[in-house]
């Protein structure tokens, strides 16, 4: 609202802005370079075809985005080092005052890698209730049985909209794969 | 004239039935998606792109440009009526409309900004159908090492322009060319950075990086720093008599012309989009306002929503030109939209309006007969609209996820594009987290392996000799407004910054800044 916007310059930040100290920023600009320099020790293992000495081979490029990779996050973690901290997103869903909430986060992770398994074994419409339940319950949603409800009336509706009607080959699953609507 | 008929031709397919029904469907979930708050176009694009997969080529782009128009005006009803003080300065429309709901003209805020929508959509949609063509036509002539030179401009306006600081959308473009260069290689048919995983031969998808970056990021951002509570919502009056009166379309008209005249070049040249475009027209109505109008800005000036919303529509259909034309994208949601082109087999460019001028027409007839339903529909609609901007948070959020995991899912039916969406994801919330930009990285996705490909058709062609890179007229212009671009760019950013960061964001600040950067 009327708070002091984030200082580019260190100076007072609000809560959200993340801690004084910048781990985590530096932390990722530097996974960047290290991204940048394996794509240049990986180009390195490119096999150039012979007679191709002329003509750019399939190794340039990699080099160059690796090195622009690698110069823009240097860039990045020199900048933060003289106090030029990024400033997080807004929006109208973010709390620019909250504290970042990690447990969301990492629930949410865990709730969205949940279909990596759940799709292939229990089929989509019940993925896809977990992922809405699980997602909706770890945001806040103050009654679990309506995000269980809504969740499995999604999997069920997309199902089959995308599935029955559009086509798409999405796994009903064995519990419902005996409905015939289901099972295309 | 040659456009005028081939466009009437697109017209009769696009008014078949179900072309029709394909557009109003398109409108109608494009605007119910992008009216959600934290959905901007590019996500409504990307997480809706399942809707098309079973469809024939033509229905497929018609949907999805009644989507992309939907999702375009959808985000600014969210901006005038969702009362989320505090962060106003980053959506232009907002400004003004955000402050004439306050005051009880949201009705009106409403109205001009859908009429500007369709007023600047139709012109600028107008200019396209002119213009397109006779770039096409020159395109044709232009060799592999112009092309390059074309990306080259994309890249570097895109990551420099975005975002706060130039090395940050720069890693965000590196990050989107490494992604790009994962998979098979054209020439030599070895494959690069795949690490022997098979799915990862094909490369990696834009549709992942995008909805990775837009959908499963942004609500893991979201998430960690969710504002709890209850919705507020500023209300709207009923009723036909209060959206505009007559003062309201004299005031309204000019920033509707204005702002289309801004936006349409701006959309046209890879110069940060929409963003650029919207902030000069609330610089210039604010400076051209005289008078009453004058004193109003800052406390609900009806000038700052009309200029500020024709210019974003104008920029949308001014992005197509490029699109379509040369195969160029300039913005994420454009990145999409070539992906979605190119999963039909279609490789938008210069020869598009020879080999596949049914199909181009009828789209481009389609972006008329989506600015008029767009017009019909939101207006007696807005009742609706603001029925979905109360959807609880939790669920909101929890269904984005859910659309995520079909967009991933439905790609290729393998969880494998589940994890790699995951992974995108993450780095899409910690780049948020961070302040850096993640449109250069979608669009270097996908312009990455197009720009690798030009430059070795070039390198082949001149034996290896670099300067023919700059040998032809095109290439060398092309290189100079890159430098002016960039480097106006630069100073029109630090004049915004200046405006974002002004010393204490009250709004009457930050429009003193803009009016001192005006001056």
New interface residues.
């Given amino acids: 609202?009327?708070?002091?916007?984030p200082?580019?310059a260190g100076g007072p930040r609000p809560a959200?802005a993340?801690p004084r100290r910048p781990i985590?920023?530096l932390a990722?600009?530097v996974v960047?370079a290290l991204?940048?320099v394996g794509?240049i020790v990986?180009a390195g293992a490119?096999?150039?075809?012979p007679g191709s000495a002329?003509?750019?081979g399939?190794r340039v490029?990699?080099y160059f985005?690796?090195a622009?990779?690698l110069?823009?996050?240097v860039?990045?973690v020199v900048?933060i080092a003289t106090g030029?901290?990024?400033?997080?997103?807004?929006?109208?869903?973010?709390?620019?005052n909250?504290?970042?909430?990690?447990r969301?986060?990492v629930l949410?992770?865990v709730?969205?890698?949940s279909?990596?398994v759940l799709?292939?074994f229990v089929g989509?419409p019940i993925?896809?209730a977990v992922?809405?339940?699980?997602?909706?319950?770890?945001?806040?949603?103050k009654r679990w049985w309506i995000?269980v409800l809504?969740?499995l009336g999604?999997g069920l509706a997309?199902q089959l909209l995308?599935g029955t009607w559009?086509?798409?080959?999405?796994p009903a699953g064995p519990l419902l794969d005996w409905i015939p609507i289901f099972n295309g | 004239m040659d456009s005028l008929a081939a466009l009437l031709e697109g017209f009769a397919t696009a008014l078949q039935p179900q072309y029709l029904l394909y557009a109003l469907f398109g409108v109608f979930v494009g605007t119910a998606v992008g009216v959600l708050p934290g959905i901007g176009p590019a996500m409504t694009v990307a997480l809706l792109l399942p809707l098309t997969y079973s469809l024939d080529p033509t229905g497929a782009l018609i949907l999805f440009a009644g989507i992309y128009y939907g999702g375009m005006y959808g985000g600014s009803t969210t901006s005038i009526l969702l009362n989320t003080p505090g962060e106003s300065a980053s959506i232009v429309t907002a400004l003004e409309g955000n402050r004439m709901a306050k005051a009880g003209r949201g009705a009106a805020a409403l109205a001009t900004a859908a009429i500007g929508s369709f007023v600047a959509g139709t012109i600028a949609t107008v200019l396209l159908t002119f213009l397109a063509p006779g770039i096409a036509k020159l395109a044709v002539q232009l060799g592999p090492a112009d092309y390059f030179a074309l990306m080259v401009v994309a890249f570097l306006t895109v990551g420099a322009l975005l975002g706060s600081s130039v090395p940050r959308g720069l890693v965000s473009l590196g990050l989107g060319l490494m992604l790009g260069l994962v998979g098979t290689e054209v020439l030599s048919g070895q494959q690069r950075y795949t690490f022997g995983v098979p799915s990862l031969a094909d490369g990696i998808d834009v549709v992942l990086i995008a909805v990775g970056l837009f959908a499963l990021g942004e609500t893991l951002y979201v998430a960690s720093r969710l504002r709890h509570g209850a919705v507020q919502l500023i209300p709207v009056t009923r009723g036909w008599r209060s959206w505009m009166t007559r003062s309201d379309w004299r005031r309204s008209w000019k920033p509707w012309l204005r702002g289309t005249a801004i936006g349409f070049p701006i959309g046209t040249i890879p110069a940060g989009g929409a963003d650029v475009a919207t902030f000069l027209s609330y610089a210039s109505e604010r400076k051209l306002a005289k008078g009453r109008a004058r004193e109003q800005f800052g406390r609900g000036a009806i000038e700052g929503v009309a200029g500020p919303e024709a210019a974003n529509n104008a920029a949308a259909a001014g992005v197509l030109v490029p699109l379509l034309t040369l195969g160029l994208p300039t913005t994420a949601t454009a990145a999409i939209i070539i992906s979605a082109f190119q999963s039909y087999g279609i490789r938008p460019g210069p020869l598009l309006f020879e080999n596949q001028s049914g199909l181009v027409w009828a789209l481009i007839a389609s972006l008329y007969i989506g600015n008029v339903l767009l017009l019909v529909l939101n207006l007696p609609l807005v009742g609706m609209w603001v029925k979905v901007l109360r959807i609880p948070r939790p669920y909101l959020y929890a269904g984005i996820l859910a659309f995520a995991g079909l967009g991933a899912y439905a790609l290729h039916f393998n969880v494998f594009d589940t994890l790699t969406l995951l992974v995108v994801g993450v780095a899409g919330f910690l780049m948020r987290r961070y302040g850096y930009p993640v449109a250069p990285m979608v669009v270097g996705g996908i312009l990455g392996p197009m720009a690798e490909e030009q430059l070795r058709k070039a390198m082949a062609i001149s034996q290896g000799d670099l300067l023919y890179l700059v040998h032809s007229p095109f290439a060398i212009i092309a290189y100079t407004t890159m430098a002016v671009i960039v480097l106006g760019g630069i100073w029109l950013k630090r004049r915004r910054a200046r405006l974002e960061a002004a010393p204490k964001l009250v709004p009457t600040s930050a429009i003193q800044a803009i009016d001192e950067a005006t001056k």
């Fill in positions: 609202m009327t708070t002091e916007t200082d580019p959200g993340g985590g920023e990722f600009a960047c991204l940048g794509v990986g490119i096999r150039v075809p002329s003509v750019l399939p490029f990699p985005v690796g622009l990779l110069a823009a996050a860039a990045v900048a030029h901290r990024g400033q997080p997103d807004e929006g109208e869903d973010v709390d620019p909250a504290k970042t909430d990690w969301a986060v949410l992770v709730v969205f890698c279909q990596l799709i292939e989509w993925a896809i992922v809405f339940a699980g997602a909706a319950l770890t945001l806040g949603a995000a809504v969740g999604l997309t995308f559009l086509g798409l080959s999405l």
